[in-house]
């Protein structure tokens, strides 16, 4: 089973990209799904998680701007990102936690030009 993520590209300062991550077969028992990001010379961050039940949490800095949500029965998670920045540049890569192993989609590349 592999996650694949979409939907990264160039925009705008203060334009909107929807992150998509599927994976390409059945999974059974996700803990939860998270979508982390990585900037160049920087280290990976968690940018937001979701569980199983739906509980959502953000980085502090992004609250407000991105959400996140899980559709179970595709077994895909979404990450909407609002009013972008340059700073939110990085590649951006989906995890699946399930109970026996964890899950990396392969990233997509967001840039935010100013």
């Known amino acids: 089973v592999q996650l694949q993520a979409c939907g990264g590209g160039l925009v705008q300062a203060g334009g909107s990209l929807r992150l998509s991550c599927a994976a390409s077969?059945?999974?059974?028992?996700?803990?939860?799904m998270r979508w982390y990001r990585q900037a160049p010379g920087k280290q990976r961050e968690l940018v937001a998680s979701?569980?199983?039940?739906?509980?959502?949490d953000y980085a502090d800095s992004l609250k407000g701007r991105f959400t996140i949500s899980r559709d179970n029965a595709k077994n895909t998670v979404y990450l909407q990102m609002n009013s972008l920045k340059p700073e939110d540049t990085a590649v951006y890569y989906c995890n699946f936690l399930l109970y026996t192993a964890t899950l990396w989609g392969q990233g997509t590349q967001v840039t935010v030009s100013s």
């Open positions: 077969g059945r999974i059974f028992g996700i803990n939860s």
């Open positions: 979701i569980t199983s039940g739906g509980t959502t």
